[in-house]
């Protein structure tokens, strides 16, 4: 026994450590990650993969866009379409999964009622012909009423900016003071945006359509119920469901009565109706599971065109519950799933109706908790005593053995009882503890040593992966969140190029190219992630922290163009072309990990951030600039270095304007002369962005003359010309949007 007391403890150490996470003392991130990994695969392995004919899903797709033009459309032609899915196709049930917070001015009636107040007041002709006009000009009043006494539901979205909230939400499904006195953790919001005032009044109901975004990015969840300014919302798919059964009222369930305080959670939602009461399980946020029944497409998709034309066959919508939602490329509202990581968000909804009509919703209530903890408990209990009795060969029966009763208790817990038990902390309880016992001493160190460069080794620099193995256990190709640094730079006319070289020339050409470049961004501690032809994509602060990751970055954009213009000489001399790059650098939050199918995986970066970063580096063109940075960049390295803001854009995909920044040196090395053109320079965008043209162009002329900027000359004189032909509205931000990637 005591030759066994080291082991002993280490694994009685582990047992403590899963179980004070089964215990919820404390989160442990990998777990997490794994347990939501094993969720996701037990939905795919066991969602029914039919479709749900029930629910019918009318797609805002690219062929309704080339027939109807683009989107939003007129509200005459949702008008007709409400119409159309009432009086002639007889849906049972409608629910938009967009919402419309702004009046439709298409019309032209507007103008004309200008004209009818001002210029042709005392035109009679006119003025009958607008009275006799209005009513059917009147797009918006055209939808209310087509909406009145049809049973639709409007959807509406909640944010944490009370400064952004528009339009009117429905009246509350439950009042502030419902569950006073009970610890319940709802979502909570402090701003809304929803629909005009006429519409909402009109339609039947309105439900929320956010969903929880889990710590992975991924939606498995939509709150059912939602907190604001003290009163509960409903979810879209909820208000559906309950007025598709007569409007019911919502009933919280708590374990062993209404009046039970003894246990403040409430763990389903009751739907009492004539014919039966209607349970929805929801979590501790009161949350519903998303019963995925397949991949994209598990619901009949109808073009929205054919149904406003009425081409559609009557018996594909007859007594349908029907959602209005998007598949368009610029408009899809995509989402990370279990199932598919670029699934419609309609889709959820539809998932939602059914589960609920179904009562297949997967129960996963708090206590949970405390099977997962005695689980845990009796398979480590087992194996810290027993396996360092064991022989090697007995010893991985027995972890077999524990590992198999973990994965059948927890299908039949799945399968036959509804219920979703923490999985992830066992199977992560086994696997340690018969490491541990298997792989003692020096042989489980550099076996893990081996395997961190076998993982990382392609991607980061030698030493790098060295720091690394210092210290194995905090490394993992396991994805995750955090704020990094993305970097991609292209060579400007590579086909150009390409077409003018032989093929043995340009793969030494770009072999000397790549090496050059990789050199430098290795020698800046960063990731090589991949090269996809002449593009190179890199990144900083993983899988190595790297608190300076903006500044590594951005010091790489300045040295390959620098390290560009000694390989640019070597080029010349064997008569091969200049190259010249275009770089783009951005910061800000990401999720890295390995990721792929099971064909091909690769350790990388993606989210918002990350687009962002290629379409910085896809504009550097349109400015004449080598490198372009986000404004969170210049923000964390604006005491570091120099900058020249280019200006603000929305780039293709993104509403909201950004600044964009041209480093010029670090703090100190601008000349007097530079610093000087940065101040003119700076004048220049502040009366332009006052839409003080003629003096922003004597200040662009002044510019022009002393320094020879294609920025200057080409592209705001272009931009100015423009601006006087056609003047941006009132509410312009002084950003440029660039419509193509």
């Not at 939602?325 to 309609?346: E, F, I, K, N, Q």
């Not at 900058?643 to 100190?668: C, H, N, Q, S, T």
């Amino acid at each position: 026994m005591k030759q066994h007391l080291v082991r002993y403890v280490l694994g009685f150490v582990v047992l403590l450590v899963l179980l004070g996470h089964s215990a919820r003392f404390y989160q442990i991130p990998f777990i997490n990650n794994l347990d939501a990994i094993f969720y996701d695969a037990k939905v795919r392995l066991t969602m029914p993969q039919k479709m749900d004919d029930r629910v019918v899903i009318l797609d805002i797709d690219e062929k309704s866009l080339a027939e109807l033009g683009h989107w939003p459309w007129g509200r005459d032609q949702l008008a007709t379409l409400v119409n159309r899915l009432f009086d002639q196709y007889h849906a049972s049930v409608l629910g938009f999964d967009v919402f419309f917070p702004e009046r439709d001015e298409s019309s032209g009636l507007k103008s004309m009622n200008s004209l009818a107040s001002n210029e042709l007041k005392d035109n009679s002709a006119f003025q009958a012909a607008l009275r006799e006009l209005k009513p059917r000009l009147d797009y918006d009043a055209r939808f209310a009423t087509a909406l009145k006494g049809r049973p639709v539901i409007l959807a509406f979205s909640f944010n944490n900016d009370e400064k952004t909230s528009a339009g009117i939400l429905p009246p509350p499904v439950l009042p502030a003071g419902t569950f006073q006195g009970r610890n319940i953790s709802f979502v909570s919001w402090t701003g809304h945006s929803a629909n005009l005032p006429e519409f909402q009044e009109a339609a039947a109901g309105g439900g929320h359509i956010a969903p929880l975004v889990e710590f992975d990015g991924t939606t498995r969840r939509v709150p059912m119920l939602v907190q604001y300014k003290g009163a509960y919302y409903e979810a879209l798919s909820l208000a559906m469901v309950r007025l598709l059964l007569g409007d019911p009222k919502v009933v919280p369930g708590y374990p062993g009565g209404v009046d039970s305080k003894s246990y403040g959670a409430m763990e389903w939602i009751d739907l009492p109706t004539a014919k039966g009461t209607l349970r929805m399980p929801v979590d501790e946020n009161v949350a519903a599971l998303v019963p995925y029944r397949g991949y994209r497409g598990s619901f009949r998709y109808i073009p929205i065109a054919d149904v406003i034309a009425g081409r559609t066959p009557p018996e594909q919508l007859k007594n349908k519950i029907v959602l209005v939602g998007t598949t368009a490329s610029g408009l899809v509202d995509l989402r990370v799933t279990p199932v598919d990581p670029a699934y419609p968000g309609v889709e959820v909804h539809a998932n939602l109706i059914a589960g609920m009509l179904d009562a297949n919703i997967k129960y996963k209530p708090s206590y949970v908790l405390g099977a997962d903890v005695i689980l845990v408990l009796l398979a480590g209990a087992v194996m810290v005593f027993l396996l360092p009795l064991l022989s090697a060969f007995r010893a991985t029966i027995v972890s077999a053995i524990v590992l198999l009763f973990l994965l059948v208790v927890n299908f039949v817990f799945w399968h036959v009882g509804n219920l979703v038990l923490p999985l992830a902390n066992g199977l992560a309880l086994v696997a340690l503890l018969y490491a541990l016992n298997m792989s003692w001493g020096y042989f489980v160190e550099s076996r893990t040593k081996r395997q961190l460069t076998g993982l990382f080794g392609q991607y980061v620099p030698p030493e790098l992966v060295e720091e690394m193995s210092r210290d194995p256990e905090n490394y993992n190709m396991a994805g995750r969140k955090a704020d990094l640094t993305v970097m991609f730079s292209d060579v400007r006319g590579f086909t150009t190029i390409s077409e003018g070289l032989e093929p043995d020339q340009l793969s030494a050409l770009m072999n000397e190219y790549l090496g050059a470049m990789t050199t430098v961004i290795r020698g800046n501690r960063g990731t090589l992630d991949k090269y996809i032809g002449d593009l190179i994509m890199a990144f900083w602060g993983a899988p190595v922290d790297d608190i300076d990751h903006a500044k590594h970055a951005v010091l790489s954009a300045m040295q390959m163009q620098a390290a560009l213009l000694d390989l640019n000489k070597t080029f010349v001399a064997k008569g091969w072309p200049e190259l010249k790059i275009g770089v783009g650098v951005n910061t800000g939050p990401m999720i890295v990990g390995d990721m792929g199918s099971d064909v091909r995986q690769a350790y990388t970066v993606m989210g918002d951030a990350v687009n962002l970063g290629s379409r910085l580096e896809s504009i550097t063109k349109q400015y004449g600039v080598g490198i372009i940075v986000g404004e969170v960049t210049r923000e964390i390295l604006k005491k570091e270095f120099v900058f020249r803001e280019l200006d603000r854009v929305k780039v293709k995909g993104k509403d909201e304007p950004v600044a964009i920044y041209e480093p010029v040196g670090l703090e100190g090395e601008p000349s007097r002369a530079e610093i000087e053109e940065l101040k003119m320079w700076g004048q220049f965008l502040r009366t332009y962005r006052t839409r003080n043209w003629d003096a922003a162009e004597v200040t662009l002329l002044n510019l022009s003359r002393t320094h020879q900027r294609y920025l200057y000359e080409k592209v705001y004189v272009e931009r100015i010309a423009y601006y006087r032909k056609e003047p941006p509205g009132a509410d312009w931000d002084g950003s440029w949007k660039f419509d193509t990637k």
